[in-house]
C-alpha cells in the first residue's frame, strides 16, 4: 500500500526570473518503505521535502499522504496533520536550545496535549531506545552532534508519525556518529516499520535505504532498489552519480572516443 | 564607489534596522536642545527663575547626557553584534582592520551627523512652543524666540563628543576577535540560565523589605529611612532580574504537570534565557522607567495642588497688624499701590479684632465682627453668615476643637464685657490664615460687637486690639510682585519658629504659590521630557534585541511550524515571549512607583493636605496604555519578520 503518492508535481517559483523547481514528478512510496532522493545541488530535492512537508504548495500535480490530499485541507488543519501525521529531521538538528533533551522530545507530544502519564512512558521508552538515558536532561549546547540528531529523531518518532521526513540527516556529523544515526534509522524502520523519506548527497547514507530516487534539475531521472549486500548497492548508487554529473561524463566519453 | 560612499550607503539602506535607533536619538537631541535654548535665554530677567531655570535644565540635561551615553553604547554594541558575520566576510575579501575601524568610525558619525542635524532641525522648530509654554506657567510676560550659537554649540559639541566616544568604544568591541569568529557570527546563546540561589532569594528579601518598610513610613514618617528604601529596592530590583526571576522559572520548570503544557514549554524555556540575557538591560529600564513614572505623577499631582492651595488660601494678601505697629499705614499704602502698579483690582476689608477671655477656657480668644466677615465673603463669594444677638460661630485652626464644643461647652461669657454668647457652630471658611488664629476666635454679631467695650485683663484698651487687612484679588496669580519686602522680613525673622518677633504678620500665597509653582513647572517639563525620551528608548532596547535575535527566532519558528503549529498557536507562542520582555520590568516599575506614590502621599500630607491618588492612578493608566499601544505595534513588526 502507498503512504504517499505523488502525481505530475510541478512547482514554478514566481518572481522577476521565474524559476520551474519540480517538473511533473510522480512516484510512490510503500507504507514501511526507507527511501533516498539524491540529486545535485539545484536538482530541486529541497523543493520536494517542503511540498511533501505541506509547508509550500505544488503549483500544480497531486499529492496523497496517507490517503488525504493536504492541498484540500485549510490550512490550520494542514499544521494538525503535520503535528499527528509527520516527523521531522534536520540537518542542524534544530533542537530548541533552550529546552532539555527531555523536553525537546515530548515537544510534540505537549503540542499535541497529552497526559504528563504518556508523556513519560513513551520519552522513557524511546530513550532507552536511542541510549539517550543517561543525557535526558542535558541542554542541546552539552551533547554531542550525535547525541543532538539522535535527540532530533526521537522528536521525530515520539507520536509516531506516519512518515518521517529526514533532509541531510548526517550532513553535519562525523563518520562515526552518521553511521550510528544510519544505523538507527534503518533500525527503526525494520522495528516499527515507520516510513522514511530521506535527501541526502552522502552515497553511503542512501546506501541504507530500500530504495533511492534520483533527480535532476526537477525531473525524474532514475531509480535503483536495493539488493542484498550493502557494499554493491553503494557501487551502484556511485554510477548512477557519475551518470548524473551529466555534461561533463560524456564530455569526457566523447574525448576518449576521438 | 568611494569607501565614504560605501559607510553612507551602509547606513542609508539598513535605514530600516536603524529607524528605531534614529527616532530615539533624533528625539533625545531635540530635547537636550529645547533645554539648553531655554537654559541660554537671554530675557528671563527674573534672578530666581533664571536660577531655576538653569539649574533644573542643567540637572535634566546631565540625566539625559548619561542615559543618552549609556542608550547609545548599548544599541551600537546590538548593531555591532548582529552584523559581525558582514564583518568577517569584509575582513576575508582583504579589507583591513585599520579601514574596518575607519568604516565603524564613519557610520557612526554619519548616524551622529544625521541624528544631530534633524534632532536640532526639530528642537528649532519647537523651541517656540516650548517658550510658549513655559511663559504660561512662570506667568512672564514675553519669552520669544532667540538667535544664539550658545545652544547649537553646546548641543553639537556633547552629542558629537558621545559619537565619537560610541564609534571608538564600538571599533575597540570587534577588534579582539578572530575572522572565523566573525564568520561564523556570534552564536554565543548562552543556552543555560545559571543563576545563585542565595542571590535569587536576597533579590525577594530586598523587595519584599523595601516594599513593607514603605508600608511602615505611611505611619512613622522617616525622612533617612527613604534613602535606605531607595538603596535596597534598586539592589533588590537588579538581583530579581539577574537571579530571582531564574529562580522562579526553574520552580516552575520543575513541575512537570504544570510545565509540560502545549506552548509553556516553549514559553517558559525561551522567557528564561530572555531573561538570563537581557537581565541587565530589564535593571536600567526598569529604573528608568520607575523614575519617569514618578517625575510625572508628582507633577501631576499639581495641578490639584493648586486647586487645594487656592481652597486652603482664599485670601489673596493678609496683614495682621498689632496695636503698637508702626508701619501699618506705611505698608498698607505700600501694598496698596503695589497693586496698583501690578494693574491688579482689589478690595481691601479691614477687621478690627478685639481681644477678651472667654469664661470656658480661660484664655484670650480674638473677636470678629460679623458685617466684616460678611464684606469678605461677598468678595469671595462664599455664603454670608447671619447672626442674631448672643450667637456665635467658632473661627478655629483646627477641626477637632469642633467635636469638644459640641460636647456641651456651647455657652460661654465673654468675661471683660460679660456678655454671654452660644456658639451656634463653625466658621467652615479657612479664610483667616491659621497662624493669626492662634487657638480660636469667634465671630459674633455687630451688636455684641459695639457692646464690648472694656479691654482685655491686665491691659489698655488700645492694647486688646488687633486688626487684619485682608486683600482680595481675584488674579491672585499675579501678585507675587505684591508686598516682596514684607514676605523677605518675615521669612527672614520667622525662619521655621513659630514666634514672630514683628509687630505684624504678612502672608501672600499668590507668591508663595509662584515659587512652588515654578518648582514644579520646571519638574514637569523636565520629567515629561526626560520620560518621553527614556520611555522611547526602553521601547527601542526591546525593539533592537528583537532584531538582532530575529534570525535565531525565525528558524525557530521555522522548524515549529513544521512540527505542525498552527498560526494561531504561534502568535499565542511570540505573545508569551514578548510579553515578559515587554512587560515585566514595566510591571517591576510600575509597583515600584504605587509605592513609592505611597511613600510620597504620606511625605505629602506632611507638606499639605492633598491627596494624589486620583493622578497617581491616571498616570499609572495613561502610562498602561502607551506601553500596551508599543507592545502591539511592535508585536505586528515582529510576527510579519518571523512569518516571512
Known amino acids: 500500500m502507498s503512504i504517499l503518492i505523488l502525481e505530475e508535481v510541478t512547482k514554478v517559483y514566481e518572481g522577476k526570473v521565474a524559476h520551474l523547481a519540480i517538473n511533473q514528478l510522480s512516484f510512490e512510496v510503500e507504507k514501511g518503505e526507507f527511501i533516498a532522493v539524491m540529486g545535485p545541488s539545484g536538482s530541486g530535492k529541497t523543493t520536494l521535502l517542503n511540498i511533501i512537508s505541506t509547508i509550500d504548495r505544488p503549483t500544480s500535480g497531486d499529492i496523497t499522504i496517507s490517503g488525504l490530499k493536504p492541498a484540500q485541507l485549510p490550512k490550520n488543519d494542514l499544521s494538525l496533520f503535520r503535528r499527528r501525521e509527520l516527523g521531522f529531521v534536520f540537518q542542524d538538528f534544530n533542537l530548541l536550545p533552550a529546552l532539555t533533551v527531555e523536553e525537546n522530545m515530548v515537544l510534540p507530544l505537549t503540542l499535541d496535549g497529552r497526559s504528563i502519564e504518556v508523556m513519560k512512558a513513551k520519552v522513557q521508552h524511546i530513550a532507552e531506545h536511542l541510549n539517550l538515558t543517561s543525557i535526558l536532561q542535558k541542554r542541546p549546547s552539552e551533547i554531542s552532534g550525535g547525541q543532538a540528531q539522535r535527540t532530533a529523531i526521537g522528536r521525530a518518532l515520539i507520536h509516531e508519525p506516519s512518515i518521517i521526513l529526514a533532509d541531510e540527516p548526517t550532513g553535519n556529523l562525523d563518520s562515526k556518529a552518521a553511521k550510528d544515526v544510519l544505523e538507527i534509522l534503518s533500525q527503526v524502520n525494520k522495528e516499527s516499520k515507520t516510513t522514511i523519506m530521506m535527501v541526502t548527497h552522502d552515497p553511503i547514507a542512501a546506501s541504507y535505504c530500500d530504495r533511492v530516487l534520483f533527480i535532476k534539475d526537477g525531473e525524474y531521472f532514475n531509480e535503483i532498489y536495493k539488493g542484498d549486500l550493502r557494499q554493491t548497492f553503494f557501487q551502484r548508487i556511485l554510477n548512477v552519480l557519475s551518470l548524473l554529473g551529466g555534461g561533463g561524463v560524456n564530455d569526457l566519453s566523447t574525448i576518449r572516443l576521438s | 564607489m568611494t569607501f565614504q560612499q560605501f559607510a553612507y550607503h551602509n547606513v542609508i539602506r539598513n535605514s530600516r534596522i536603524y529607524a528605531a535607533f534614529f527616532m530615539a536619538s533624533i528625539f533625545s537631541v531635540m530635547v537636550f536642545f529645547v533645554y539648553s535654548m531655554l537654559m541660554f535665554h537671554p530675557n528671563i530677567e527674573d534672578q530666581f527663575l533664571r536660577d531655576v531655570a538653569f539649574g533644573g535644565m542643567l540637572v535634566a540635561q546631565v540625566i539625559l547626557i548619561v542615559f543618552t551615553m549609556f542608550f547609545l553604547f548599548y544599541s551600537m554594541s546590538a548593531f555591532l553584534q548582529a552584523r559581525l558575520h558582514e564583518f568577517g566576510v569584509l575582513l576575508n575579501l582583504g579589507m583591513e582592520r585599520q579601514q574596518l575601524n575607519r568604516l565603524i568610525f564613519l557610520e557612526t558619525m554619519i548616524l551622529g551627523f544625521i541624528s544631530i542635524t534633524i534632532g536640532i532641525f526639530f528642537g528649532f522648530s519647537f523651541s517656540k512652543f516650548f517658550f510658549m509654554i513655559i511663559r504660561e506657567l512662570f506667568l512672564l510676560d514675553s519669552l520669544p524666540l532667540y538667535l544664539s550659537w550658545k545652544p547649537f554649540a553646546l548641543t553639537i559639541i556633547v552629542f558629537l563628543s558621545q559619537f565619537i566616544i560610541i564609534s571608538i568604544s564600538s571599533v575597540v568591541f570587534i577588534r579582539k576577535k578572530e575572522v572565523v569568529q566573525l564568520i561564523k557570527g556570534d552564536g554565543k546563546f548562552s543556552e543555560v540560565a545559571t543563576y545563585k540561589k542565595g542571590n535569587a532569594f536576597l533579590g525577594l528579601g530586598l523587595l519584599v523589605v523595601a516594599y513593607s518598610l514603605v508600608i511602615f513610613s505611611v505611619f512613622h514618617m522617616n525622612i533617612f529611612m527613604s534613602l535606605l528604601i531607595i538603596f535596597m529596592a534598586i539592589i533588590g530590583t537588579y538581583f530579581f532580574y539577574t537571579d530571582s526571576m531564574l529562580y522562579i522559572l526553574d520552580i516552575i520548570r520543575r513541575k512537570e504537570r504544570l510545565y509540560w503544557h502545549s506552548f509553556r514549554l516553549i514559553a517558559f524555556a525561551e522567557a528564561s534565557i530572555k531573561i538570563r540575557e537581557n537581565a541587565r538591560m530589564f535593571f536600567v529600564v526598569t529604573i528608568v522607567s520607575t523614575i519617569a513614572f514618578l517625575s510625572v505623577g508628582v507633577v501631576t499631582s499639581f495641578t490639584s495642588f493648586t486647586a487645594q492651595y487656592r481652597e486652603l488660601n482664599p485670601v489673596s494678601i493678609f496683614y495682621a497688624s498689632d496695636w503698637d505697629n508702626p508701619f501699618e499705614e506705611a505698608d498698607i499704602m505700600k501694598l496698596s499701590q503695589e497693586l496698583q502698579r501690578e494693574g491688579l483690582s482689589y478690595e481691601l476689608v479691614k477687621f478690627n479684632v478685639k481681644k477678651q477671655t472667654s469664661s470656658n477656657s480661660h484664655e484670650p480668644v480674638n473677636v470678629i465682627k460679623e458685617s466684616e466677615v460678611n464684606s469678605l465673603a461677598v468678595a469671595l463669594k462664599i455664603p454670608l453668615i447671619d447672626l442674631n444677638q448672643g450667637e456665635a460661630l467658632l473661627v478655629s485652626s483646627t477641626q477637632v476643637n469642633f467635636d469638644n464644643i459640641r460636647s456641651g461647652m456651647e455657652q460661654t461669657v465673654l468675661e471683660e464685657s460679660s456678655i454671654p454668647i452660644q456658639i451656634k457652630g463653625m466658621y467652615k471658611h479657612p479664610i483667616f490664615p491659621s497662624f493669626v488664629i ?207
Open chain 2, 438 to 644: 492662634k487657638n480660636r476666635a469667634f465671630i459674633i454679631s455687630d451688636e455684641d460687637f459695639s457692646l464690648l467695650t472694656e479691654p482685655l485683663f491686665g491691659f489698655g484698651v488700645e492694647e486688646s486690639k488687633t486688626t487684619f487687612f485682608a486683600f482680595h484679588v481675584s488674579d491672585w496669580l499675579r501678585t507675587k510682585d505684591v508686598g516682596t519686602d514684607l514676605d523677605k522680613i518675615m521669612t527672614e525673622t520667622m525662619g521655621i519658629s513659630e514666634v514672630n518677633p514683628n509687630p505684624f504678620y504678612f502672608v501672600n500665597p499668590g507668591l508663595n504659590f509662584s515659587v512652588i509653582r515654578a518648582t514644579f513647572a520646571l519638574l514637569l517639563f523636565t520629567g515629561l521630557l526626560v520620560a518621553a525620551v527614556l520611555l522611547l528608548a526602553a521601547g527601542s532596547f526591546v525593539y533592537f534585541k528583537l532584531y538582532t535575535d530575529l534570525d535565531r527566532d525565525k528558524k525557530q519558528y521555522d522548524v515549529l511550524r513544521r512540527m505542525g503549529v498552527t498560526d494561531q498557536e504561534l502568535v499565542k507562542i511570540v505573545n508569551r515571549q514578548l510579553v515578559p520582555q515587554f512587560f515585566l520590568p514595566w510591571g517591576l516599575a510600575m509597583v515600584h512607583s504605587t509605592f513609592s506614590f505611597i511613600f510620597l502621599q504620606a511625605f505629602w500630607v506632611d507638606l499639605a493636605a492633598v491627596s494624589i491618588a486620583m493622578e497617581m492612578l491616571i498616570v499609572l493608566i495613561v502610562f498602561t496604555v502607551i506601553q500596551v499601544s508599543y507592545f502591539f505595534l511592535i508585536r505586528w513588526r515582529y510576527i510579519a519578520h518571523i512569518q516571512e
